[in-house]
């Protein structure tokens, strides 16, 4: 196992009954002062004391609130059969007690490289079922594109919203290929050898897995597809056809590189031009009214840009739609220095909306295509498809089943 790192968190008893009632939702979130914790990582695991009462976490990246604080998600819970944080303790070296013992006298604090290998070792001979459980859902990826796959396939079940009713039914994987379908279970995978066709999509989309959600009335069916492997990719679009509603969406990912105090995108090799292009082609074909339905945004696409330095569950990002990128992209405030243009957090102004938001605004149908586009979703897809031999494709079906 690569290197663990473990911080340290005492609840405090004014907010015991706040934290539990997280623990039940599996989501807990509490806000730092960065500079005063500075030594605190995000995506690292969280020992948590509550009064007599132990548990080991997952957390998010941290991210800025205000000037001077940062915000930490928890998630992920695991209770521990521990009757104090003694057991620890006496499980170290004489050399790491004393360290260890300055560490949990703060109320919040992260533990040196030599105690995260003690305190690993620890839980590995005692705890390991929960160890394992927790260093599951942490998220580590060997390049951009593999995390931004693993993104967009989370991004469309948040925003297919499923409830605990749906079931993981089976993930597929094609033999020898890449995909981040894998991370959603160990157990039910199937491997296949040819390529399986689509809802009736083109077999010259090389799919590389499909995942199957099911509850007694509706389906999220997600599929990755790559021409070549993933480390070899430049991006990844997301395609979301949700059939109760009757819309189609496709989000580019883009990532944002940190430029001193900002962080900033530039189309530096004329990539995103040249797509941005085949996608204002792409509208022409589509419908832009319809007597029958209302649509805030009636073009599919759209942009969302994530921080590089993002990675686990909570990725920094902003989204905005095709027109308004292209609205922005003339405009002076985008102008570099020596001419260029550039977009990033400065020059939105917080004009954008959140990953939520965008989430929202699919599920309700209130963005994307109107329904007699969605129908010819096949013809669609293969246009944004053809010629996109650098961009991986994550492609998701919300579908009702038949009979309801």
Request: hydrophobic letters at 35%; one cysteine or more.
């Amino acid at each position: 196992m690569s290197k663990v790192q473990f911080s340290y968190y005492k609840i405090d008893n004014s907010i015991k009954e706040i934290f539990l009632r997280s623990v039940d939702k599996n989501k807990f979130s509490f806000s730092i002062n960065t500079s005063l914790n500075n030594d605190i990582k995000g995506n690292s695991i969280f020992i948590i004391i509550l009064d007599d009462e132990i548990y080991l976490s997952n957390s998010s990246n941290k991210r800025k609130v205000t000037s001077i604080e940062s915000a930490i998600t928890l998630f992920n819970f695991e209770k521990l059969a521990l009757n104090s944080i003694e057991e620890i303790k006496s499980y170290l070296s004489r050399r790491t007690k004393k360290t260890f013992l300055e560490k949990i006298s703060l109320d919040l604090s992260a533990f040196s490289e030599v105690l995260n290998k003690e305190i690993y070792n620890y839980f590995l001979e005692y705890h390991d079922q929960k160890i394992n459980s927790v260093l599951k859902n942490k998220k580590t990826f060997h390049n951009s594109v593999s995390f931004m796959q693993d993104d967009a396939i989370h991004f469309a079940i948040s925003i297919a919203k499923l409830d605990n009713s749906f079931k993981l039914e089976n993930v597929e994987i094609k033999e020898d290929t890449e995909t981040e379908l894998i991370r959603l279970s160990e157990d039910n995978v199937i491997i296949f050898d040819t390529n399986n066709d689509i809802q009736g999509l083109s077999r010259e989309i090389d799919i590389t897995g499909r995942a199957t959600y099911r509850n007694e009335s509706e389906e999220l069916i997600i599929y990755t597809a790559n021409k070549n492997p993933l480390e070899h990719l430049l991006g990844v679009d997301l395609i979301y056809i949700n059939n109760i509603q009757k819309n189609m969406v496709m989000i580019q990912y883009k990532m944002l590189e940190k430029e001193r105090d900002s962080w900033i995108f530039r189309d530096n090799n004329n990539q995103l031009r040249d797509e941005v292009e085949r996608m204002n082609s792409i509208k022409e074909i589509l419908n832009d009214n319809s007597q029958n339905e209302y649509r805030l945004n009636s073009s599919p696409f759209f942009l969302r840009f994530i921080k590089r330095q993002s990675s686990g569950n909570n990725p920094v990002s902003f989204c905005i739609s095709l027109d308004h990128y292209q609205q922005i992209m003339n405009q002076p405030v985008t102008l570099g220095p020596r001419g260029g243009r550039r977009i990033g957090y400065d020059e939105m102004k917080k004009h954008y909306i959140g990953k939520s938001e965008l989430e929202g605004l699919i599920r309700s149908g209130y963005v994307g295509t109107y329904s007699q586009d969605t129908d010819n979703i096949h013809e669609i897809i293969h246009l944004i498809s053809s010629g996109q031999q650098n961009n991986g494709l994550v492609i998701a079906f919300k579908n009702r089943l038949s009979g309801e």
